[in-house]
């Protein structure tokens, strides 16, 4: 165990995790504090990542990195620490945690926001572990990517009907704002490879379905935004089936719980988030998994420590009774109040309690697609694709000029269908602690990935075992076994 030791006599704010929550606290309290206190930034990658447009990531649309903004770029006057926090002390105010060479260290704290965010959303459906994969990180995003490619490219060469239908099915599982723009973009992208594919000229198109138990597409959203919505994918050919859902997941297909087997290779489950397992190993009182906060976003019983974002119950002022969604929305407006508070717990300014209206949303249907209702006024077609990628490069911190040229780029030239395969099947499991984290061996080879060193391939706290074997034929990614991944 390496001790930091505490260097000067300025309070140290520790914030745990880089995502709209804990990045905007960081930005709003470097700016108050203006070196009055040092800000400590723990995170297991240098980048925020702009989740919302993470679907146009592995439609090929987005470049990686136009969506992953630099930490220290971006906050100059914020120390970045990089690690997977694994523990923290609130007696002794420490937080542990595992750097990305695998060696671990504690971090002392004045002040704590705990931001650490959610991982996927776990169902007990035979064969969703092995055979699913989530939409929850960039790993994940480029797996898919690849994989839709991939596949394309596999029935493009294969001479059985029966394999080359199975390679071009596609399974949503979830039909929210991530299921439902994942199948939006990438029904467009898998039809775009296959044309340009001389084996699968004069074949059927892409098949892809999307399922969920709810009775519409965007069963969160106003019923305008839902119709708008199906009326899209099911333009472009998508099978919406509403009531329905995975009963069991194989190497070969899911067989669904109308009794319905579909034969595929791609599975990927958009069923919803849940806190971050950290939340639950501090043993103090949650919320249907979140960590319960008052309407200041602290915890009770522990006026040092503050939360927000997904991993928090921030109670709805405007709703009471209710707690805050777990969207972007909120978790960005939340970071910014817990940074007031913090400062206010220096004495600069009075503690804020959390209030605020949601102002709409917007999903992006692909194309000149999308369905919005900004201030609560429906939107549909080019109007609401323009309002929504508008809203999008205000609300990024950085790279919005590469942005918007990726996007004049992808309006005038053809995407580019290639896989590179860095991500393999193994490195992104469905069961993580960590989808922010490839999973990848210690001796940078197809060796078993259960004995790589803990900062590269095993996110801290995380267990290793048959799951994360690497590929062999039955579970390589472009063999039998499928795949894929809100």
Not at 202 to 208: A, I, L, M, T
Not at 433 to 455: F, M, N
Request: aromatic fraction near 4%.
């Amino acid at each position: 165990m390496v001790a930091e030791s505490r260097a000067g006599r300025r309070p140290r704010v520790v914030i745990v995790g880089a995502g709209f929550a804990g990045y905007e606290c960081a930005r709003t309290l470097a700016k108050k504090a203006r070196g009055a206190a040092e800000i400590v930034l723990v995170n297991p990658n240098d980048y925020f990542l702009y989740l919302p447009l993470l679907p146009e990531v592995s439609a090929g649309i987005l470049e990686p990195r136009r969506v992953s903004v630099s930490l220290t770029g971006t906050l100059p006057d914020v120390r970045l620490v990089l690690g997977q926090v694994g523990g923290v002390d609130l007696d002794g105010r420490r937080v542990t945690y595992t750097d990305p060479e695998g060696r671990t260290a504690t971090l002392g704290y004045d002040r704590l926001v705990l931001t650490v965010g959610s991982v996927n959303k776990l169902l007990p459906v035979p064969g969703v572990a092995e055979h699913a994969h989530g939409f929850r990180g960039m790993p994940e995003a480029l797996y898919l990517r690849d994989h839709m490619t991939r596949q394309i490219e596999l029935a493009g060469a294969a001479e059985d009907p029966a394999e080359r239908a199975a390679r071009m099915t596609f399974v949503v599982v979830g039909a929210g704002y991530t299921g439902t723009e994942v199948a939006a973009h990438g029904v467009t992208f898998t039809e775009s490879l296959a044309r340009h594919n001389a084996g699968l000229r004069g074949e059927p198109r892409p098949r892809w379905i999307l399922l969920d138990l709810a009775d519409r597409v965007l069963p969160e959203l106003d019923e305008r935004l839902s119709r708008t919505a199906h009326r899209v994918l099911s333009r472009r050919g998508v099978e919406i089936r509403t009531g329905t859902s995975v009963k069991e997941a194989t190497s070969d297909g899911v067989l669904l719980d109308d009794g319905t087997c579909v034969d595929t290779r791609s599975l990927i489950w958009c069923v919803g988030v849940r806190p971050d397992p950290l939340v639950e190993s501090l043993g103090l009182p949650t919320e249907r998994g979140r960590l319960c906060v008052d309407e200041f976003l602290a915890v009770p019983g522990h006026p040092e420590v503050l939360a927000c974002g997904d991993a928090a119950a921030v109670p709805d002022l405007t709703r009471p009774g209710e707690t805050t969604p777990m969207t972007a929305q909120h978790a960005q407006r939340q970071g910014k109040v817990a940074a007031h508070n913090v400062a206010a717990s220096y004495g600069q300014g009075e503690p804020r309690a959390y209030k605020h209206h949601d102002l709409g949303f917007m999903v992006d249907l692909g194309g000149v697609q999308a369905a919005a209702n900004p201030l609560h006024v429906p939107l549909s077609g080019p109007v609401a694709n323009a309002v929504t990628r508008g809203y999008h490069l205000m609300a990024m911190p950085g790279n919005r000029v590469r942005v918007a040229a990726d996007w004049l780029l992808d309006a005038a030239l053809p995407r580019q269908g290639v896989q590179l395969g860095l991500v393999r099947s193994w490195s992104v499991p469905l069961d993580t602690a960590a989808p922010e984290l490839a999973r990848i061996p210690a001796d940078g080879g197809a060796g078993d990935p259960a004995k790589s060193t803990p900062g590269q391939q095993t996110a801290p706290g995380e267990r290793t075992g048959p799951k994360n074997r690497p590929a062999t034929a039955g579970n390589r990614p472009d063999g039998p076994r499928k795949a894929e991944g809100t």
